[in-house]
């Protein structure tokens, strides 16, 4: 079974940082393209940004610029690395992986296997 463990969510004020990281196994950090996706209360899940196993990113319009995905291949972990934090950043946000070729990786159903969601909360 293929586990997703998120850490690194919390409060945080308007215009501060956070980094959140995502835990996989050995084997599906090799293979998959890991994800960020979020989700505000009341809305659909986002994609927030993808890295592939090449180091190649993505990301969604919302967080261009301040956020950035990387990888740690020693550890098998990837990282959210979240800067100039807004109000409208509040969600709950969740680590994804998915193997697939020829997409750019922002749809949910790219993805198969997903973490249990960290809540990051941005006051005004």
């Known amino acids: 079974q293929v586990h997703l463990i998120e850490s690194g969510g919390g409060l945080v004020q308007a215009g501060g940082s956070l980094r959140l990281s995502c835990a996989a196994s050995?084997?599906?950090?090799?293979?998959?393209?890991m994800a960020w996706f979020r989700q505000a209360p009341g809305e659909e899940r986002e994609f927030v940004a993808r890295?592939?196993?090449?180091?190649?990113?993505y990301y969604g319009d919302s967080v261009k610029g301040r956020f950035t995905v990387s990888r740690d291949n020693a550890k098998n972990t990837v990282h959210l690395q979240m800067n100039s934090l807004k109000p409208e950043d509040t969600a709950v946000y969740y680590c994804?992986?998915?193997?697939?070729?020829?997409?750019?990786?922002?749809?949910?159903?790219?993805?198969?296997?997903w973490g249990q969601g960290t809540q990051v909360t941005v006051s005004s």
């Open positions: 994804a992986a998915g193997f697939f070729t020829g997409l750019i990786g922002v749809d949910i159903k790219n993805y198969d296997t």
């Open positions: 890295i592939r196993t090449s180091g190649s990113t």
């Open positions: 050995a084997r599906t950090f090799s293979t998959d393209t």
